[in-house]
C-alpha cells in the first residue's frame, strides 16, 4: 500500500513538474516562432540587391505615416482627410518595395518582376495616383483649402511636411530603384551560364572572369 501511494505521489510530482516546464517554455517557444521568420526576412531583405530602395522608401514614407496617424482624430478637417489618404500610398510604397526586394536574387528576376508582376503593374498605376494626389496636397495647400473644417493649429505644417516627403522619394526614390537595378546587373543573374565542360553551373555573372585556361 505505501509503495502505491508513493508511486502515485511520484507520477503526480511528475505530471506536475512536465507541465509548469510546458508552460515555462511557451513564452519561448511563440518568441522563436514570431523572431526566427523576422530574423529571416530582415537577413533576406539585407542582401537583396534591392536593400537601397527598400530602405530609402521606409525611410521617406514612414514620417508621412506619423503625420497622418498624428492629425486622424481631425476627420471633419479636409487637410487630414488628405493625410489620410495620403496613409494608404505611404504604406503602398513601402510595400512594394519589400516586395520587389525580396521577390529580386538576380537580375532575371528583377527583369521579370518589374516587367511581368501583376503586382508591380497595379503599384505602378497606384503609384501614379500617388503623385497626382501629391499635386492635389500642394495645391490644397497653397489655395488655403487644406485649413477648411475642424483642423488643428499644425495641421498646414504636418501636410507639406508629407509633400515635402512625398515629392523626396519620388526623387531619391527612383534613383535608389535605378542604383539597385544597376546592383542587379552588375552582380549577375542565374541559371544561364554553362561551366568549362558545358554543362550548366547555376551562376551567371554579367561580367565573367577571364578564362584561367592556358
Known sequence: MAAILCQSISNLCSATCSGCGQVCKLPCTLCSSICRPMCEGIKKLCSSHFCIYASVALGLNLPPIIFGLNSIAYGGCKGSQWLIVNIIFCIAHI?????????????????????????IAAYILFGIGSF?????????????????????????????????????????????LLISMMISACMGKKD?????????????????????KV
Open 95 to 119: 510595400v512594394a518595395a519589400f516586395y520587389l526586394a525580396m521577390q529580386s536574387k538576380s537580375w532575371s528576376d528583377t527583369m521579370n518582376t518589374l516587367c511581368y508582376d501583376p503586382w
Open 132 to 176: 497626382v494626389w501629391l499635386c492635389t496636397g500642394m495645391s490644397w495647400a497653397m489655395s488655403g483649402a487644406i485649413q477648411n473644417g475642424n483642423c488643428p493649429d499644425n495641421i498646414g505644417s504636418l501636410t507639406y511636411n508629407s509633400i515635402y516627403f512625398g515629392y523626396a522619394f519620388f526623387g531619391f526614390g527612383m534613383s535608389a
Open 192 to 212: 544561364s551560364s554553362h561551366d568549362k565542360d558545358g554543362a550548366s553551373n547555376g551562376t551567371y555573372f554579367a561580367f565573367p572572369a577571364a578564362s584561367n
